[in-house]
């Protein structure tokens, strides 16, 4: 028996994507989570805590499905130095979960690489404006209602976190909220202006955010 669902497959602006869940059966069970992943794969699995092996497997999973619909095989996704997916040359790709829900997003290299965020549409318990957003952002957010402002918020955290994992494979640092203001546009793009500390670039960079099997799934490219 599959130890996951597909809760949507499809080619989207930014890539290959998988969405997909963990059966709660196989979250429960690790053994059986790490016989889902190749040798070297579950190598590094074994290692972890059984929260951690489950983000881990289910994010490999999401990851090397969206692969196979570039008709790459990846043997291993290892975990690179900054943290990001180890991918097959030519390929470029980029992982998100929550609970057991996973993305993966896939792309050919063509000098941009990719991100993916992943997020329940909900507002947050914590107001988190104050890390994510910049003062122009802020500024901008001001006139919203309560409910709308939160949601914004949210979109604007979950874009960020897209392109910090589309541009740290370039920069190879921590990229702060504070150095970059997102706006996101009504048709499901999103435009990137980057005030970069450490003056790299100039990078080309855009987002897409929609709903997506009832997440908040956002999408980001930086590169050029
Ligand atoms: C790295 C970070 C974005 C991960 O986000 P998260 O909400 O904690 O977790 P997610 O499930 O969405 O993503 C985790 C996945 O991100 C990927 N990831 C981690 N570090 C990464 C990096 N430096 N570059 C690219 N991808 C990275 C990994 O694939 C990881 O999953 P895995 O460990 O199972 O492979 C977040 O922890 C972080 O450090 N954010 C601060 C930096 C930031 O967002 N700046 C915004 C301005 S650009």
Redesign the pocket.
């Known amino acids: 028996m599959s130890v996951f669902e597909i809760d949507f497959e499809g080619t989207l602006p930014a890539g290959e994507c998988i969405c997909l869940h963990l059966t709660r059966d196989a979250a429960s069970r690790p053994a059986e989570l790490l016989h889902a992943l190749p040798p070297e794969e579950q190598t590094i699995a074994s290692t972890l805590s059984p929260i951690r092996l489950t983000?881990?497997a289910s994010?490999?999973i999401a990851l090397r499905l969206a692969l196979r619909r570039l008709g790459v095989d990846a043997p291993c996704l290892a975990?690179s130095q900054?943290?990001?997916?180890a991918l097959p040359p030519h390929v470029v790709g980029?992982?998100?979960?929550?609970g057991l829900h996973a993305v993966g997003l896939a792309a050919r290299d063509e000098g941009f690489h990719v991100?993916v965020?992943?997020e329940l549409p909900r507002p947050r318990r914590t107001d988190i404006s104050s890390v994510v957003l910049t003062p122009g952002e802020r500024h901008h957010l001001e006139r919203l209602a309560p409910e709308d402002r939160s949601r914004s918020v949210l979109l604007h955290f979950s874009l960020?976190?897209a392109?910090?994992?589309a541009?740290?494979?370039r920069v190879q640092r921590?990229?702060?909220?504070q150095?970059?203001s997102v706006e996101p546009l009504p048709d499901g793009t999103a435009r990137f202006t980057l005030a970069l500390a450490a003056g790299e670039g100039p990078f080309e960079t855009i987002g897409w955010w929609r709903l997506q099997a009832g997440f908040l799934l956002t999408m980001a490219r930086a590169g050029g």
């Open positions: 983000s881990f994010g490999r975990i900054m943290g990001a997916p980029s992982i998100s979960h929550k991100g965020d992943l960020k976190e392109l910090y994992k541009l740290s494979p921590y990229v702060d909220f150095e970059v």
